[in-house]
């Protein structure tokens, strides 16, 4: 059911962020290489219903509407139109997560939970792992969020079915998106296991919510 992708890349932790800054060049090249012009053209819109989406539903963690709305449109237009297509027909909500930064990966090949996928009672959300840095904020030795957010939404249509948007609450999350350091390489995928216990988690609340707005916390 799950695909993966796999990236050469070295385990050093300097080297994997030169690595976010190159897959984020060849992600933007590939998404407007494959595209066509009628695609390119629509994901501005696309975008736009998106960001109105979080902003309406998602808990924006301390952030201006403005700089939260920059942050997710550099993740939608890196994406592909028939990914957003697919978010907006399922009526998925995209959240940014800061949560997902503070996280100490358990094992020794350093896998790195970057997303979830949430299947609560009345809202489907993805969350996705946020630095709180825009491109232009992230410096040449510091990771983008962009490459493994909208890989991790590109990923969606392939890796999902409808049965898994209609089991709404058991279990209150049911996927989690990690890139993981094997033997020489790089893996990204979602995949349908207790992602959650994966991590360490440091003072994050409780991981099996969704970051949504107050109101709409389960």
């Known amino acids: 059911m799950f695909a993966t992708r796999t990236t050469a890349v070295s385990k050093k932790s300097y080297t994997r962020k030169a690595m976010s800054i190159a897959a984020l060049f060849l992600?933007?090249?590939s998404v407007t290489g494959c595209e066509s012009e009628n695609d390119i053209a629509r994901k501005p819109a696309l975008s736009n219903a998106l960001i109105q989406n979080a902003?309406?539903?998602c808990d924006l963690q301390?952030?201006?509407?403005a700089l939260y709305s920059i942050r997710?449109?550099?993740v939608f237009m890196n994406s592909y139109a028939?990914?957003?297509?697919?978010?907006?027909?399922?009526?998925?909500?995209v959240c940014l997560d800061k949560r997902l930064i503070k996280q100490d990966d358990k094992h020794?090949?350093?896998?790195?939970?970057?997303?979830?996928?949430?299947?609560?009672?009345?809202?489907l959300v993805v969350t996705l792992y946020d630095t709180g840095k825009t491109s232009d904020e992230t410096g040449i030795f510091d990771e983008s969020i962009v490459p493994f957010a909208s890989d991790a939404l590109d990923r969606m249509e392939d890796n999902f079915t409808d049965y898994?948007?209609?089991?709404?609450?058991?279990p209150p999350f049911l996927s989690g998106y990690r890139i993981s350091c094997g033997k020489g390489c790089m893996t990204s995928k979602w995949y349908d296991d207790n992602a959650i216990h994966d991590a360490r988690w440091h003072?994050?609340?409780d991981m099996t919510k969704p970051p949504l707005a107050k109101g709409l916390r389960p």
């Open 82 to 93: 028939r990914s957003l297509d697919y978010l907006r027909k399922n009526d998925i909500t």
């Open 108 to 123: 020794w090949y350093e896998s790195t939970i970057r997303g979830f996928f949430y299947n609560q009672a009345q809202h």
């Open 72 to 74: 997710l449109r550099e």
């Open 62 to 65: 301390g952030d201006e509407s």
């Open 55 to 57: 902003l309406k539903n």
């Open 203 to 205: 003072k994050v609340g």
């Open 164 to 170: 898994d948007f209609k089991i709404a609450g058991n």
């Open 27 to 29: 992600a933007a090249v």
